[in-house]
């Protein structure tokens, strides 16, 4: 089945500093979601990118989608402790018609913050 | 206010019991979907259900089984010949209008808390 490889597995930042997290895929993909969940906690939604080099901003995360459709980041300016939590990409299967009903989801990125 | 609920959110089991996870959404949504979580995982696809009375295998289904019997609820159970059932378990339920939705915002999964489940 596809996979989305997502790095790095952890990262651990200092308060203000930035962070980012990338999600790569072999195949064009139709969309592609992202989610955070923090510590014992459960996924929340962020945001759905659809188009060839979209990019959305939420505050300090930005959002990027690839001109391929391969690849997508998630990059977050001056952390806060309230960033902490693992951050995941989702895409649908090929050939899928764009439909989300088997998300492939990534093994997700860890942000700790240091205060 | 509109959610899923799961329960419980705490189960220990002991080998050869079948458990049976609870999951009831009032978002009047058309799709479920169960998850399962493992240390440093991601989310990984149990069942699926489209529709009232369908569900679909996902990637990892030996072992469990589901029933779609209302609208509102998805119950999972974790029979005796799941391997490894110990795990956290999410319940999540979409819109459900699949198809070509590029330009749509379909399919955005909303998730219950979640079940732990700890096999003694």
């Not at chain 1, 203000?16 to 955070?36: A, H, M, P």
């Not at chain 2, 189960?11 to 009831?24: D, H, I, M, P, Y």
């Not at chain 2, 019997?69 to 209008?97: D, H, I, M, R, W």
């Amino acid at each position: 089945g596809q996979q989305v490889m997502q790095i790095p597995q952890y990262q651990h930042v200092q308060e203000g500093e930035d962070f980012t997290t990338y999600c790569n895929s072999s195949t064009t993909l139709s969309n592609i979601q992202w989610y955070k969940q923090r510590p014992g906690g459960h996924p929340v939604f962020l945001i759905q990118l659809v188009k060839s080099g979209e990019v959305k901003k939420q505050k300090r995360l930005t959002f990027q989608f690839g001109e391929a459709k391969k690849n997508s980041s998630l990059h977050i300016t001056a952390t806060q402790t309230t960033d902490v939590g693992t951050y995941f990409c989702a895409a649908p299967p090929r050939n899928s018609g764009g439909s989300n009903y088997k998300l492939t989801f990534g093994k997700g990125t860890l942000l700790t913050v240091n205060p | 206010d509109g959610g899923i609920t799961q329960s419980p959110k705490y189960l220990f089991r002991k080998e050869g019991q079948n458990v049976t996870l609870s999951c009831e959404q009032n978002l009047n949504h058309d799709a479920m979907y169960w998850y399962r979580q493992d240390p440093g995982q991601g989310l990984r696809l149990i069942y699926y259900s489209q529709i009232v009375n369908d569900f679909q295998k996902g990637d990892i289904a030996e072992g469990y089984s589901v029933s779609r019997e209302k609208k509102e609820s998805f119950p999972l159970t974790v029979t005796s010949a799941q391997k490894n059932p110990t795990a956290f378990y999410l319940c999540a339920s979409s819109t459900g209008q699949g198809g070509y939705m590029e330009y749509s915002g379909a399919n955005v999964l909303t998730f219950g808390a979640g079940s732990r489940l700890t096999v003694l």
